[in-house]
T-cell receptor, first 113, second 114 residues
Framework: AQSVTQPDIHITVSEGASLELRCNYSYGATPYLFWYVQSPGQGLQLLLKYFSGDTLVQGIKGFEAEFKRSQSSFNLRKPSVHWSDAAEYFCAVRMDSSYKLIFGSGTRLLVRP | GAGVSQSPSNKVTEKGKDVELRCDPISGHTALYWYRQSLGQGLEFLIYFQGNSAPDKSGLPSDRFSAERTGGSVSTLTIQRTQQEDSAVYLC????????????FGEGSWLTVV
């Protein structure tokens, strides 16, 4: 069955440091890949998405993600974290033949001043 | 509207009571989803509507849960005889078509069953 794994439940980084959040999926074909962010008490906001083409995608708020087919990964990165980036981040996958969005369990990002 | 609108934003109800949660999708979006997010958990798919097609109810956890979508727009998620384990955030989302690329989420309805 299709699944999404975010191995890090919590990550703490210092403000200004770089960030990488991991996401792995299990599926035979190339899925549609998404990263969403959820701030406390808020809904989900789309950061970026990958469908095809260039494997490095740029998103909002200075985030980027790289699709690596050989590793079945879609890791999210940011070169310099801001305190306002503290939130929960969800990786999600949707198959070409399906309408369901399957989510990972999320990674909570804490930012040290 | 500009985004997916959900109401109420917060609901506290007594165990055993029925609740209704409303979702108003983005205008023109034919696909509508309900997800549930329990404390410390990921997002669990509940139900999917696409146009006038029969909905995919495969994610509904029990027969106490039901949903309808009237006129292809507004949707209502109903939970009958609420239990404490129903306490969660219920998120509604919509997209343009079944093969639509981006799914947009509302801010959720926070349900607490006491």
């Amino acid at each position: 069955a299709q699944s999404v794994t975010q191995p890090d439940i919590h990550i703490t980084v210092s403000e200004g440091a770089s960030l990488e959040l991991r996401c792995n999926y299990s599926y035979g074909a190339t899925p549609y890949l998404f990263w969403y962010v959820q701030s406390p008490g808020q809904g989900l906001q789309l950061l970026l998405k990958y469908f095809s083409g260039d494997t490095l995608v740029q998103g909002i708020k200075g985030f980027e993600a790289e699709f690596k087919r050989s590793q079945s990964s879609f890791n999210l990165r940011k070169p310099s974290v801001h305190w306002s980036d503290a939130a929960e981040y969800f990786c999600a996958v949707r198959m070409d033949s399906s309408y369901k969005l399957i989510f990972g369990s999320g990674t909570r990002l804490l930012v040290r001043p | 509207g500009a985004g997916v609108s959900q109401s109420p934003s917060n609901k506290v109800t007594e165990k055993g009571k029925d609740v209704e949660l409303r979702c108003d999708p983005i205008s023109g979006h034919t696909a509508l989803y309900w997800y549930r997010q329990s404390l410390g958990q990921g997002l669990e798919f509940l139900i999917y509507f696409q146009g006038n097609s029969a909905p995919d109810k495969s994610g509904l956890p029990s027969d106490r849960f039901s949903a309808e979508r009237t006129g292809g727009s507004v949707s209502t998620l109903t939970i009958q005889r609420t239990q404490q384990e129903d306490s969660a955030v219920y998120l509604c989302a919509s997209s343009l078509t079944r093969a639509g690329n981006t799914i947009y989420f509302g801010e959720g309805s926070w349900l607490t069953v006491v």
